[in-house]
């Protein structure tokens, strides 16, 4: 299952880094997860400079070492307070530095800042004017958010909007997700399988999703991942340490649901029915 983002066909699941990096003693491990995930045909590494302080985007770094740059897709991200026509390029350029690679595939802004959203995209543009980025978007954006946006210079040059989505987080699935349907703004969605039950949801012993994993002979975050996806424009970026939890993430793609599973699921977790404030982490 693929997705295009900015030109590019990727796998529609890639490879989140938050937490990765910091602990010496898990570093062989995560690095193995990330090129276990290469391997397996996932291109999407998604980092930033906020992940432990560059720690995840020095791990990627030594973990991407091996392969051909050009069947990567890096993303990374820039502090809002570092999204200044001063600030910016200074930051990709220390991301790069960590990352070991002189150009990111997509740039975003990390979430609204102080700095007007009209410099920070002349600054990205910049960026990419220069070689140093392929694509920019933004994440944590709103509707309200995405067509203000949208009306400035330039605006329209945003490759992806990056958001909270999972089935315990329907919101989106209201206004913005339609939203950027429409605009032809890929959706990444972060957090996919609710931080492996983290969130609070307590997937792992529902019974309704257990008796569906089960049918459909996959795991209850398999499915999680899958019902993300169910949707052409959105990719997923779940983060994990584990080789086997990575490929079985990779083999999610391959999951798909027949109408009466997705009534199923609906009946248990509704969709939204009205406006709900975006939801982040
Ligand atoms: N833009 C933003 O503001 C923002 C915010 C949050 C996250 N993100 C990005 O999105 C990525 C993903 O979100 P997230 O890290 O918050 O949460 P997530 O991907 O929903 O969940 C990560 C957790 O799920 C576990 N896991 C992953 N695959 C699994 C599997 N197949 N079976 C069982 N457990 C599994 C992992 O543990 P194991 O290591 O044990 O597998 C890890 O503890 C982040 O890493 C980051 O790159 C962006």
Not at 26 to 41: P, R, V, Y
Not at 150 to 168: F, I, M, P, T
Not at 198 to 225: M, P, S, W, Y
Not at 240 to 255: G, V, Y
Request: aromatic share 8%; charged share 25%.
């Amino acid at each position: 299952m693929k997705r295009t983002l900015n030109k590019q066909s990727v796998l529609a699941v890639g490879m989140g880094t938050w937490h990765m990096g910091d602990d010496p003693a898990k570093e062989k491990a995560e690095i193995d997860a990330l090129q276990a995930g290469i391997k397996a045909g996932a291109a999407v590494i998604d980092t930033a400079e906020m992940y432990g302080e560059g720690n995840a985007e020095t791990l990627v770094g030594k973990a991407i070492q091996p392969f051909t740059r050009g069947d990567l897709y890096l993303i990374s991200k820039v502090y809002p307070w570092n999204a200044s026509a001063d600030e910016l390029p200074k930051a990709l350029d220390r991301s790069l530095a960590r990352l070991g690679t002189d150009y990111l595939d997509l740039y975003l802004l990390h979430w609204r800042g102080d700095v007007p959203l009209a410099e920070t995209v002349d600054a990205l543009e910049a960026a990419k004017a220069s070689g140093k980025i392929r694509a920019w978007g933004v994440s944590n954006f709103d509707v309200a958010d995405m067509e203000e946006l949208l009306r400035l210079e330039n605006g329209d040059q945003c490759a992806a909007n990056q958001v909270l989505y999972n089935l315990g987080a329907r919101g989106i699935e209201y206004d913005l997700l339609p939203w950027q349907a429409e605009a032809e703004i890929p959706v990444i969605a972060y957090s996919p399988i609710a931080q492996g039950d983290r969130l609070g949801h307590h997937f792992k012993n529902d019974e309704v999703l257990k008796e569906l994993a089960e049918a459909k002979g996959c795991t209850i975050f398999q499915l999680l991942l899958a019902w993300t996806l169910r949707q052409p424009h959105v990719l997923a970026i779940p983060q994990t340490s584990d080789s086997l939890h990575m490929l079985q993430n990779i083999e999610a793609t391959k999951i798909v649901f027949s109408k009466s599973e997705l009534a199923t699921i609906d009946a248990r977790f509704p969709e939204p029915t009205k406006k709900q404030p975006l939801a982040m982490i």
